[in-house]
């Protein structure tokens, strides 16, 4: 699985990765960042870039951390494992007993989002996300695709994102697979994935 890129206020290269619970739930986010002389492990980090909203965080892929890491005096950006080597102490994210919903069929999962998504960053969506008929604003859009659903919607007053996703137990083979495809989908418009819950 690729590492997650971000750069802070224009100077610190933040290298992220989520660890999961064998149920596809995050169990905490491995980290390591450069500052412009050398590799730390500040958790503290990635709680901020989350939470602080005075920061400056843009979200990069590998070729832009490539370019990022040498401008910012780090000459070439190590490969993924040497990268991995190099992390930390772990945040630990909080783990809930999933809800019962009465149902034992299907698995609930909840994708959190920090930021912002604006109409061309949905509209870059289209392709798993069809738009959500107006009466209900706050989901922005839906999607299905070999039983699963899911749905993207505003939350916390507008000023978080939740994708809503669930899997019936005949296929959570997949439930990783697209966990993951559709997070790294809405990471890449700009938002930055906060946890992964299960309801259910």
Known sequence: MALDYYLIDDAYL???????HDDHTAAGIDSAQWDGAAWHTPAESSRLIRADRSLRVRVLDREEAEA????VGGGELPGEDDIRSRFG?????????????????ARHYRVLFAGSLYSDDLTALASWLSPRPAEDPRVVGTGSSDGCTWELRRI?????????????LTGIGIASTLLT??????????????TIERFA
């Open 14 to 20: 933040l290298v992220e990765e989520f660890a999961l």
């Open 68 to 71: 990022t890491f040498t401008r």
């Open 89 to 105: 102490d772990r945040w630990t994210l909080p783990t809930d007993p999933p809800l019962d919903f009465g149902t034992s069929d």
């Open 156 to 168: 916390g007053g507008g000023v978080a994102w939740a994708l809503d996703m669930t899997v019936p």
């Open 181 to 194: 495809n559709h997070r790294q989908a809405i990471r890449a418009q700009g938002l930055i994935p906060v």
